[in-house]
């Protein structure tokens, strides 16, 4: 890849019309002991600019791993296979060099826990800084600047005080505000959040969203938000899939899934919760536990603790099918 | 105005917390105050839900309780008398973590009748006979009882640590955040667990969480902490339907939910917990309410019912 020109500086007239990010096939495989360890099946999905795409499912459904690999960041002992293709341009044929100047610029991405992305000996404004001298060619002051401007754009009180402070200096939503003041530092078209608000308070979890849809708003940026929680979800996403044991088994728009969520995997993950407006005696559950991701299954992953499954269930995998409505789900016995 | 003392109806309280302090000396002569000053009761089969946000002294009240800290001032009474070992058998604990909560070079046989052992109950074929039984009744089959903890699944390690808290026959279980640490779709069978074990055996849970959902589905009361000291106090159904602490309305406000669409603005209530090594003067939650005046600033509200609801407490000039 040439060095005078980088494709995915500035947003192309193709980007305009095409989506941000469209991910094909994509599956993502580790060789175990035991066999290969299978984290991704096959999925598929797009996100258009400025839109959030939620990203719902269990532990060890594949979507933090969906996520790493957007970022070209999976374990090298891993095997991807399929397309990413990030602005027109395939990620795949991406060289190391040019993967390195897209992270942290155009594509970013921000974790549960804030300490994984922060340096604790550097103060958070320097490596704020750091971001923009590296990918934006600013000089050290003007970096500081930008930095103090960045920390006061997320909502952090006193910027230029904090910028001096170490990460064990600020509270833990204070930290993950400084994680996205970073990640908007190389002014992204698509944030990768991965379960950003998990490890935080409820009123603080609730300041980060709304931190997240202004800054949405403000930048026009596109979110890939990835949770275990139906409700930070529904409360962020324009569109959602659902992901279990490694594949796509529903997908629409927010609205949609949550009015008519058509997988029984789905319609089990909203009854099992806690409601506040009604009260049963027994929670509805979803008995058993997700399947062994290595090794193999016929036919869809979630028969054996499906209440609808029968003996066809069993043999086939059902595919992702779009119905007129949009909306997609990968059941042969979806509710209609 | 004197401190309202929530009796639930008939039972008399089988534990009573009385002005409860927890203080942890730091380095430098500073005092930690966790938990300042808190009454509460427990009845039998009841569930009181402990909830507030990190740092609130939830998780160290929780701890004194199954004796963990001793009270640096107050006192916590079981059946009236202040610790032994009754107590220590009678109430017992499940933790959030199901991973680090086992020994994981313990057979699960073991690790059940490991308390017994410890408090001395029963010959070895008895305890054994009993984690038999327990096994059962928290739905896992008997031959679990000679695999290790590594075997299982989180949800399925909960019900371990359940099967083990259960095992001498407690009164009252503390349980720290028995959810948080689990799958959503495992969450609601562990609830299902505790409530069909509180029905069955009378047993009183200290449910202590930041999930409101969960709150309020197993809840009989709540009480909300903030900064070591009781803020609001009552029946579930009252409390959320009629919150009267402006902290407890931001907590309640704060909760997402499925369904209501993108973007529902201003909910979230500004600024971070203050340090409790520092609290702010005055009412503690003063720097972050919506209707903080001069008075909070300066006094103290003490925890006493608002006009018209006897059956109910809350901490705040203003309340609803």
């Known amino acids: 890849m040439g060095l005078a020109v980088n494709p995915l500086a500035t947003p192309s007239v193709a980007a305009a019309t095409t989506p941000l990010l469209v991910v094909e096939d994509l599956s993502i495989e580790f060789p175990t002991e035991r066999g290969v360890l299978r984290a991704v099946r096959g999925i598929s999905y797009e996100i258009a600019a ?38 027109g341009t395939d990620l795949a044929g991406l060289g190391e060099a040019a993967y390195r100047r897209l992270r942290g610029s155009r594509i970013a991405m921000i974790f549960q826990e804030p300490m994984t992305a ?40 006193s910027p230029a005080a904090r910028a001096a402070d170490y990460p064990h ?83 629409a728009t927010a609205a949609d899934l949550f009015a008519t969520p058509l997988h029984p ?55 992702l099918e779009t119905l007129a409505t949009g909306h997609s789900v990968a059941c042969f016995k979806a509710a209609a | 105005m004197s401190v309202v003392a929530l009796s639930t109806a008939a039972p008399p309280p089988i534990l009573e917390l009385d002005k409860l302090e927890i203080s942890f000396p730091l380095e430098g002569g500073r005092i930690l105050r966790a938990v300042a000053g808190v009454d509460l009761t427990l009845a039998r089969g009841e569930t009181l839900a402990l909830v507030g946000e990190s740092g609130c002294g939830k998780t160290t009240l929780g701890r004194a309780v199954v004796g963990l800290y001793p ?18 058998r009678a109430i017992q604990m499940i933790f959030q973590d199901p991973y680090g909560s086992l020994n994981p070079r313990l057979p699960i046989g073991e690790v059940i009748a490991e308390p017994l052992k410890i408090h001395r109950i029963g010959s070895r074929a008895e305890r054994r006979e009993r ?85 309020h589905h197993i809840a009989d009361r709540v009480a909300v902490m903030y900064l070591g000291r009781i803020v609001e106090l009552g029946r579930r159904d009252a409390l959320f339907a009629r919150p009267s602490h402006p902290y ?19 909910r979230a209530i500004a600024g971070d ?45 203003f309340a609803d």
């Open chain 1, 50 to 87: 400025g839109r959030t795409l939620g990203v719902v499912g269990e532990s060890g459904c594949g979507k933090s791993m969906t996520a790493l690999a957007v970022m070209g960041l999976v374990p090298s002992h891993g095997a991807v296979g399929g397309h990413i293709r990030f602005m």
């Open chain 1, 118 to 157: 922060l340096n604790p000996v550097i103060p958070v404004g320097d490596q704020i800084g750091e971001v923009m001298q590296l990918h934006q060619g600013l000089s050290r002051t003007a970096a500081r600047k930008e930095a103090v401007r960045l920390l006061d754009d997320v909502g952090i009180p």
């Open chain 1, 169 to 251: 200096q600020l509270s833990g939503g204070m930290r993950q505000r400084a994680v996205i003041a970073m990640a908007l530092a190389g002014d992204p078209a698509l944030l990768i959040a991965d379960e950003p608000t998990t490890a935080l308070d409820v009123t603080i979890q609730a300041q980060i969203l709304e931190l997240m849809l202004e800054l949405q708003d403000r930048t026009g940026m596109a979110i890939q938000f990835i949770s275990h929680n139906l409700g930070v979800v529904s409360e962020l996403a324009d569109e959602i899939i659902v992901m279990y044991a490694g594949r796509v088994v529903e997908r």
């Open chain 1, 265 to 319: 995997y789905t319609r089990g993950l909203i009854a099992t919760l806690p409601d506040l407006t009604r009260r049963e005696v027994r929670l509805p559950t979803i008995p058993g536990g997700v399947p062994d991701p290595v090794g193999g299954m016929a036919g869809c992953r979630f028969a054996d603790r499906c209440p609808r499954a029968d003996a066809g269930c069993r043999v086939a995998i059902p595919p």
């Open chain 2, 71 to 88: 009270p640096t001032a107050g006192s916590i009474r079981f059946h009236g008398q202040s610790g032994g070992t009754t107590a220590r």
């Open chain 2, 131 to 215: 984690a038999r039984e327990l096994i059962q009744q928290v739905g896992l089959p008997v031959d679990a009882l000679n695999r290790y903890p590594h075997q299982f699944s989180g949800g399925q390690r909960q019900r371990i640590a359940i099967a083990r808290a259960l095992a001498p026959e407690p009164e009252i279980i503390v349980a720290d955040e028995p959810l948080s640490a689990l799958d959503v779709s495992i969450q609601s069978q562990i609830l299902n667990l505790m409530a069909a074990l509180k029905e069955s055996r009378g047993l009183a849970y200290l449910f202590i969480s930041h999930d409101l959902a969960a709150v």
């Open chain 2, 248 to 266: 407890t309305q931001a907590l309640i406000q704060a909760i997402p939910r499925i369904g209501q669409g993108k973007r529902r603005r201003g």
């Open chain 2, 273 to 317: 917990v203050p340090s409790p090594l520092a609290p702010p003067p005055g009412c503690a939650f003063h720097p972050r309410c919506p209707k903080a005046q001069e008075i909070c600033r300066v006094e103290r509200p003490v925890l006493a019912s608002p006009a018209g609801r006897p059956d109910h407490a809350a901490a705040c000039h």
